[in-house]
């Protein structure tokens, strides 16, 4: 029986914790969410009691911890495997991975100027290393999406982890008034970051973001 436990930080702040539960929806599995209100007194301690890290989000599956998001998503399509969370295609599931992982590990200006704020909408003039980094972001999703723009409307035509990991990216985009036709965009990221903002899933980690 599988009975796990997702502990999430604020939903509106916290993209890593948006990531693996997007994943986790995606599996149709049932399981509980334990929210940590960030930038609180407190905030450490707490998360202490869960996580080996120090840090969220983590999953929790009977005794097993598992305390990174990449490695939880990566759990969960090798306990789901008839949620697809990969695709079959062996070349296709190696891009995959390297977007994701990608996104996992770089793009730090972007992440340092334009953190993650649902609800904000501003517009701000960008360093040029961010600037940089959005430019590499919407080669690889054109890049990806010409691939396999007949398979589906997302990174590798159906919905995958790879999707997960960028959907706090679109957010950013869209909090910050970035508009990608100015990074060399010539409509597929701009759509894709579009489909990736309508998902009913965010819809719905949305939704409990702003009412939060």
């Given at each position: ?35 940590i209100a960030l930038r ?7 998360i202490a009691k869960y ?162």
């Amino acid at each position: 029986m599988f009975s796990v436990e997702l502990i999430i930080g604020t939903r509106k702040w916290s993209s890593w914790t948006l990531r693996p539960w997007l994943a986790l929806k995606r599996t149709g599995a049932a399981f509980t969410e334990t929210l940590i209100a960030l930038r609180e007194a407190g905030v450490t301690e707490e998360i202490a009691k869960y996580s080996p890290s120090g840090r969220v989000p983590v999953l929790r599956d009977g005794d097993l911890v598992v305390w990174d998001s990449l490695a939880i998503c990566e759990y969960l399509a090798d306990r789901f495997p008839g949620a697809a969370l990969w695709p079959a295609d062996l070349e296709r599931r190696a891009l995959g991975r390297a977007a994701a992982a990608e996104m996992h590990s770089g793009f730090p200006s972007l992440r340092g100027e334009c953190p993650m704020d649902i609800g904000l909408r501003t517009v701000v003039d960008l360093a040029e290393a961010t600037a940089e980094d959005i430019r590499r972001i919407v080669r690889l999703w054109n890049d990806l999406r010409g691939r396999y723009s007949a398979d589906g409307p997302f990174l590798l035509g159906a919905w995958s982890i790879a999707d997960a990991f960028y959907t706090p990216v679109a957010t950013r985009f869209r909090s910050y008034g970035v508009k990608l036709s100015d990074y060399g965009d010539t409509g597929a990221a701009g759509a894709y970051c579009e489909t990736l903002l309508e998902t009913p899933e965010f819809l719905e980690w949305e939704k409990a973001a702003l009412a939060e």
